[in-house]
């Protein structure tokens, strides 16, 4: 890598010192050995033995981790780092630019390389935990270095662990042997390892998902306690019915066995990160036992399954890397997120996992952020937005609406939406977006070696199902301000309203008391999402409350003097309606009170889809279940 800066009016040039990666083997296999049983205090100690020979050798930390999408490697995580051959201590430098780096010169008469070090999970709420006194979730690119100069897929590891006594794990690892707590598995190489998580638990229970398939699919659960790991007969037929839709959708599947790693807390960090024969899932405790309260969770399995055939089998060349330290490229997200955003809410309905009018729902809440609460498509185009890992790294930002994050994943699903519907009336109604899912995601039944695509073969592979000029089409909406992202609607023979009553799925969305989110929202009426406190966490950009003053940060501590409560703002929302009386709320922020006056008088707005009679349902064909 080179850096180049200004250094009074002259150019310097800062070029770090790590080999560049080469498509040849590494010699050698890299043993790999994480003790992860100290839950008290979360800590994974790690110890390598590394195959060298003498001369300089650069050892590198995962930097660009793969379903991150950007340079979130931990490595202030990392600590205690010990280098050493033949019993002595080898000194190490850490490169001057690059701090995923290291730097080690291996004498004459060595062999091998012993490396130690601990990994540090995190052990506050802010931070994530990834241990529990009962779980926990290791990633393998967060305990490991490997020898620069190599691609990932030539380097070599024999990897195991050791877990806490009694712990069952689930990966998609394969066993090669097990004494004990400790767990050996058969050497894979090290795109392959990084790409297999482990969870493991106390209380876990393991279910097959595709009894008598081609490809065994299982549930690994790992839960807080063993009552959350019941399932009933109609659940386990809904998530059987997800593999067995998946594959019905891409006619193929892109694994020898695929594990859903699913953690049931209310402690271990959520989570939901793709691989190409596993995934990581983590939601609430109560996934199971509150079935009927729970229907905004229950799309994340259908979105990381999908990704073993979009973003893991077919990936844009952008973003395939030769190791976890050369950069990625995000510009096609729009695709590989997208597209998954879309198919995950249709393969969740037609499972059975949503009813169609909790689809619908769903849909509206979507579609609704598209039409009143991304302005900020007025400067920045969906394609800008696959910057945002690597620009925003998914913190918390204080006007949503206006700076835009990730809008590739829903924007992309609205995006995707039209496409279906666009092919389905080119057609006639006989062809449709599952003909693109299965002659660009179907292709090579079995295989797990990744396939890079570009956009022009996205756009090849749209005219082969329908003749159109879908390269203008697709720019007009990824590359261009104030993109159409509405017309999918209306296309399916739908319309998005609003109505001053919630859909019973919007309810749970914001405020299930298990669910992270517990948002109490504003959004489409005053343009404000609180928390249950009344902590203002967005604000609507030249909505009516930013237009009165309110900041991202600020508490309401009373409406209209009376205290606050969300019936007491619902209640004063109502009242104003047809009124030429403000809302006046008294904001407590940065130690001090004001009160602000909200000149809103449209009353409470909540989002639904409405059929256009006399217009082709193709919304409903679209999440029907395929025989």
């Known amino acids: 890598m080179v850096f ?11 070029t770090d010192n790590v080999p560049p990666p080469r498509d ?49 490697g931990p490595i202030n995580m990392l600590a205690g780092l010990k280098l050493s051959a033949n019993g002595k201590p080898l000194k190490w430098k850490r490169d001057e630019y690059n701090v995923y780096a290291f730097h080690v010169d291996v004498p004459a008469d060595v062999s091998a390389i012993d490396v130690s070090f601990q ?57 090669a042997s097990q004494s004990g707590d400790n767990t050996t598995f058969k050497p894979v190489t090290l795109n392959n390892l990084v790409d297999s998580p482990i ?81 990581e899932n983590g939601l609430g405790a109560d996934y199971f036992t509150a079935w009927d309260e729970g229907a905004p969770d229950r799309d994340l399995l259908a979105h990381e399954y ?26 096609l997200l729009w695709v590989y997120e997208g597209q998954t955003q879309y198919w995950g809410f249709i393969l969740t309905a037609r499972s059975g996992m949503w009813s169609p009018q909790q689809f619908r729902d769903a849909l509206a809440m979507v579609a609704a952020n598209y039409d009143r609460n991304r302005v900020g498509f007025q400067w920045r185009t969906l394609e800008d937005t696959t910057n945002d890992p690597t620009a925003a790294r998914r913190s918390s930002l204080p006007y949503r609406s206006w700076q835009m994050s990730e809008e590739y994943y829903s924007g992309g699903q609205m995006m995707w939406l039209e496409v279906d519907a666009k092919l389905r009336a080119l057609t006639h109604d006989h062809k449709s977006l599952d003909d693109f899912a299965k002659a660009f995601f179907g292709v090579d039944n079995g295989s797990y070696v990744t396939k890079t695509y570009t956009f022009d073969e996205v756009v090849s592979t749209l005219n082969s199902v329908a003749p159109f000029d879908w390269a203008s089409f697709l720019r007009a909406r990824v590359d261009a301000l104030n993109p159409p992202l509405q017309n999918g609607i209306a296309g399916t023979g739908w319309k ?18 298990q669910s992270s989110r517990h948002l109490f929202n504003f959004t489409w009426s005053i343009g404000l999402t609180m928390t249950d406190k009344g902590q203002v966490n967005d604000v609507r950009w030249d909505g009516p409350a930013f237009k009165a003053g309110i900041s991202t940060g600020a508490t309401v501590v009373a409406v209209n003097g009376q205290n606050y409560s969300r019936d007491a703002l ?24 004001r009160t602000v006056a909200v000149d809103y008088h449209e009353g409470l707005q909540y989002p639904h889809l409405v059929r256009v009679e006399g217009t082709p349902d193709y919304l409903g064909e679209i999440i029907a279940p395929r025989k």
Not at 30 to 53: M, S, Y
Request: hydrophobic share 35%; glycine share 8%; net charge negative.
């Open 4 to 14: 180049a800066a200004g250094v009074a009016g002259a150019q310097q040039t800062h």
């Open 119 to 175: 990994y540090l999970s995190g052990r506050t709420d802010s931070e994530g935990f990834e241990m529990t006194d009962r779980m926990m979730d290791m990633e393998w690119s967060k305990v490991l270095l490997y020898p620069a100069g190599y691609f990932s897929r030539g380097i070599r590891f024999a990897p195991s662990v050791t877990l806490p006594q009694g712990w069952q794990l689930g990966t998609a690892l394969e066993t």
């Open 199 to 279: 969870y493991a638990g106390e209380y876990f229970k393991r279910v097959d998902l595709n009894p008598g398939g081609d490809a065994p699919v299982h549930l690994d659960i790992v839960a807080d306690e063993p009552k959350y790991l019941v399932i009933t007969p109609e659940q386990l037929k809904a998530h059987q019915a997800l593999v067995t839709q998946a594959t019905k959708l891409f006619g193929s599947h892109h694994y020898d066995h695929y594990d859903f790693l699913f953690s049931l807390s209310d402690q271990l960090s959520g989570n939901g990160t793709e691989h190409h024969q596993s995934s």
């Open 24 to 72: 040849t083997p590494y010699p050698g296999t890299v043993t790999l050995h994480v003790d992860a049983n100290d839950t008290a205090q979360g800590i994974f100690r790690v110890r390598e033995t590394i195959p060298v020979k003498a001369g300089a050798l650069t050892l590198l930390y995962p930097q660009w981790i793969p379903g991150d999408h950007s340079p979130t």
């Open 496 to 513: 998005l309203v609003y109505t001053d009553q919630e859909s019973e799925y919007e309810k749970q969305y914001n405020s299930r008391p």
């Open 306 to 331: 999908t990704h073993s055939w979009n973003g893991k089998f077919r990936r844009p060349a952008d973003l395939w890397t030769p190791n976890f330290n050369v950069p990625m490229g995000d510009s």
């Open 570 to 593: 619902k209640s004063a929302i109502v009242a104003a309606k047809g009124s030429k009386q403000p809302i006046q709320l008294l904001l407590k922020y940065q130690g001090g009170y």
